[in-house]
């Protein structure tokens, strides 16, 4: 089992509808959780991260996590053609204090909105 | 402008060769780090700093090297032992070890023949 699965897609929406994207980590004792976006031949940009269980809002982008079930997920609302992007999920793994720094990213998932 | 910038951004280099990527950052992080991304794939961590003078394995070290001699500058030396080097090469930095908010620099496509 990879340490951070995500969907590989590519997902594709309307424009003006929500993208959901999903990412689950095997690590039960991971603490912070982050989304990056990627632009083809492009470096990854942060967007949102999320710390504790539940919901957190950015503008167009929500959050969430559950850290009972492993699993985190970012909701894109009123998604635009510019949000196509590969979205990567980085996870920090703790080990006993020896991850201190290190994330361990999914593959990422590609989004394609279509106008 | 703050940011990290790395250099160059195509580099082109014969089998055999050893090759140093660059990478500086004005945004006085403590922490710097180093990833490869191969096509389809997520960030594999090659080594990384926490401090000046100090760093750290990450999980793909074997044929790179790296020096941390001032805290702006993360070189990054592919060696002639690193058997696959084609590959994105991205530097990435933080404001402290404990933070997990890293940042990317542009990157550096790096193609080995």
């Known amino acids: 089992q990879k340490e951070v699965e995500q969907n590989s897609g590519p997902l594709s929406v309307p424009e003006g509808a929500i993208a959901s994207l999903n990412c689950t980590y095997s690590?039960?004792?991971?603490?912070?959780f982050f989304w990056y976006r990627q632009y083809s031949g492009k470096s990854p940009e942060l967007i949102m991260f999320?710390?504790?269980?539940g919901d957190k809002e950015d503008g167009r982008f929500t959050a969430q996590l559950n850290k009972a079930s492993q699993y985190v997920s970012l909701l894109i609302r009123d998604s635009q053609p510019s949000d196509s992007a590969t979205y990567l999920c980085?996870?920090?793994?703790?080990?006993?204090?020896?991850?201190?720094?290190?994330?361990?990213f999914g593959q990422g998932t590609i989004l394609t909105v279509h106008p | 402008d703050g940011g990290i910038t790395q250099s160059p951004k195509y580099l082109f280099r014969k089998e055999g060769q050893n090759v140093t990527l660059s990478c500086e950052q004005n945004l006085n992080h403590d922490a710097m780090y180093w990833y490869r991304q191969d096509p389809g794939q997520g960030l594999r961590l090659i080594y990384y700093s926490q401090i000046v003078n100090d760093f750290q394995k990450g999980d793909i070290a074997e044929g790179y090297s790296v020096s941390r001699e001032k805290k702006e500058s993360f070189p990054l030396t592919v060696t002639s032992a690193q058997k696959n080097p084609t590959a994105f090469y991205l530097c990435a930095s933080s404001i402290s070890a404990n933070s997990y908010e890293q940042y990317f620099g542009p990157g550096t496509r790096l193609t080995v023949t």
């Open positions: 690590d039960r004792g991971s603490q912070s």
């Open positions: 980085a996870v920090n793994p703790y080990a006993g204090g020896t991850s201190y720094g290190k994330l361990t």
């Open positions: 999320i710390y504790s269980n």
